[in-house]
C-alpha cells in the first residue's frame, strides 16, 4: 500500500482562523522529523469497517494512510476534491468562512466518517472548508473510485446517503445549538463530540481555536472552562483540555449532543452494510 501523504494539502503551518493554528504549532507543539508513515488500523474508521468483504477487496489496493497534522487543508471553499478522507485516528472539522473573516464549524468527522460527501453526492465542490482539528491518522480513496463504488448502488451506496443523513442532523442541530444555547452548554456538546471521535479523553486544542471554531468570543470559552472546570469537569492547561467527568458533562450539555449522538447510532450501527 502507497504510504505518500496528502500532497494537495497545505502544510501544517497553512494559515487557519486568522493564523490561530500556526500560532499553536509555534507556541505549544513540536512538529516531529519527518518519518516512515506507520499505518493506522483501517479498522477504526467506522464507515470502513461496516464495507461488506467484496468492496473491501476492491478498495484495499486503492486505500492510501495519510498523517492528518494540525492544520491541514484537505479541501477549500469551492475547489475540486480529487479524494475522499477516512479519519482513523484524527478530527476534521467543516468550516464556513465569511467574508469579514469571521468562521464557524457547521460540523466535525472523525472515526466515524468521511470527509468528502460533496463528491458522490454530484455537487463536486462545497463553500465550505475542511481542516484537520486534532492531529492523526487516516486513509484516503481517490474521487474516481469512490463515485465508481456509489453508481454501483447496493450497500456501499446506502451506507453512504444514512451518513449523511447524520452528517446534516448534525449540522442542523449544531445550527440549532449555536443560536440558542449558552456557550457553556456548546462547549459541553463539542467537548463530548470530540472524545467520541478519540481513543482518551484528552484534547490538544487552545481555547482561543475552540472559540473561533465555535464562532464565539475567546472571553465566552474562557467563561465557560472556568465554570466547567470548577465543577469538576474539565481540567485545563495551556493548549490541552482534558475532560474528567464525561457523565457530568453530558448532564451540564444541552440535548444537542444526545440528538446527533443517537442519530448516528441509529443509522450507522455496528455491523456490515447492507
Sequence with gaps: MDTRTAGSSHDIGATLHGGLVKRCLDTHYSVPAKQHLVHPDPMKNHLLTALPDAVWRRWLPHLEAVEMPLGQVLYESGSVQNYVYFPTSAIVSLLYLLESGGSAEIAGVGNEGIVGISLFMGGE????????????????????????????????????????QALLT??????VCNRHHAVDQQLCRWLLLSIDRLQHNHLVITQELIANTLGV?????TEAARS??????????????SVIDRHGLEQRSCECYAVVKRECERLLPARTAT
Design 125 to 164: 465542490s462545497t463553500p465550505s472548508r475542511a481542516v484537520v482539528l486534532s492531529a492523526g491518522q487516516g486513509y484516503r480513496l481517490r474521487a474516481s473510485i469512490m463515485k465508481e463504488e456509489f453508481n454501483r448502488g447496493g450497500p456501499v451506496l446506502h451506507l453512504l446517503l444514512r451518513y449523511t
Design 170 to 175: 448534525q449540522m442542523a442541530q449544531t445550527s
Design 217 to 221: 468570543r475567546r472571553e465566552g470559552i
Design 228 to 241: 466547567l472546570r470548577q465543577a469538576g469537569l474539565i481540567s485545563y492547561a495551556r493548549g490541552h483540555i
